[in-house]
Nanobody, 116 residues
Framework: QEQLVESGGGLVQPGGSLRLSCAASGSVYRFYKQAWYRQAPGKQRDMVATITNGGKTSYADSVKGRFTISRDNAKNTVYLQMNSLKPEDTAVYYC??????????WGQGTQVTVSS
């Protein structure tokens, strides 16, 4: 069973930065696509950023130009660099991975709070 473990969340002031990490228990080459989602209280879970096995990235409009998704294959880890954070970025952030065979895995989530 694949495991995804997120880290790097916390409390940050508006305009600040955080970097989230998602470490996979196995090789990331198993995955067709990896992604970050977020869920604010009372709202649905939404896609934030995705990265394919080939390195193609995509972003939600709300984070374009501020967030960057990247992957370190040697460390089996995906990152989400978040800059110019806003209060509306406050949410639980989840790591997601999809294998070539169609299996989907989720991490346990990490809280990001943007507040002064």
């Amino acid at each position: 069973q694949e495991q995804l473990v997120e880290s790097g969340g916390g409390l940050v002031q508006p305009g600040g930065s955080l970097r989230l990490s998602c470490a996979a228990s196995g090789s990331v080459y198993r995955f067709y696509k990896q992604a970050w989602y977020r869920q604010a209280p009372g709202k649905q879970r939404d896609m934030v950023a995705t990265i394919t096995n080939g390195g193609k990235t995509s972003y939600a409009d709300s984070v374009k130009g501020r967030f960057t998704i990247s992957r370190d294959n040697a460390k089996n880890t995906v990152y989400l660099q978040m800059n110019s954070l806003k209060p509306e970025d406050t949410a639980v952030y989840y790591c997601n991975a999809q294998t070539w065979g169609g299996d989907v895995y989720w991490g346990q989530g990490t809280q990001v709070t943007v507040s002064s």
